[in-house]
């Protein structure tokens, strides 16, 4: 380890403190110490990028920033929807009864298909089978994402009513 880098470390060291307490300022309900784990790592990895004798506290604090962040962004991510438990009995009392109408939803899907355009079911399964990010398909389309959005959302639409009637027709519930 070279001069620079192991003042560099020191200064990454003596400012811990100080990210930890910004952290937690910045979410206290986090789990700060991943954070500032995540924190050191780019702190590390960005040690060429820093200039000597310049703010050290406002570049770790803007590094702290953005992965606090980044962690409250996934935290939303896995936790957007809380079940109670009353509500989880209902599900699983329901499961049954939606595993059987399932076989006729798949079946009336299939045939809701059937009835779009080549290129819409292309569309359909280029977003829904192989994952396609709608923001790629409208780079590929040269469309607006809005645009694209507003067409999976009638697409969407448009099949369940399409499903629905399928099923009613056959007497089952949708």
């Avoid at 960005?46 to 770790?60: L, R």
Wanted: net charge positive; glycine share 4%.
């Amino acid at each position: 380890m070279d001069e620079s880098q192991i003042q560099y470390l020191q200064l990454v060291t003596r400012h811990q403190p100080a990210i930890y307490g910004y952290i937690r300022s910045l979410a206290p309900q986090a789990d700060v110490e991943d954070i500032l784990q995540e924190t050191n790592l780019v702190l590390w990895n960005k040690a060429d990028v820093f200039e000597p004798g310049s703010n050290f506290k406002a570049f770790a604090f803007r590094i702290a920033h953005l992965k606090t962040l980044e962690a409250l962004r996934s935290d939303r991510r896995r936790q957007w929807l809380v079940f109670d438990s009353d509500l989880m009995e209902q599900i699983s009392t329901r499961r049954s009864s939606a595993e059987a109408n399932a076989d006729g939803q798949q079946a009336a899907l299939r045939e809701c298909m059937k009835q779009l355009d080549p290129g819409d079911r292309e569309l359909i399964h280029r977003r829904y089978a192989l994952g396609s990010t709608v923001r790629d398909m409208a780079r590929d389309l040269r469309k607006t994402e809005g645009s694209l959005q507003q067409w999976f959302f009638r697409m969407r639409n448009q099949l369940r009513d399409c499903i629905e009637k399928r099923i009613k027709m056959e007497g089952g519930a949708a």
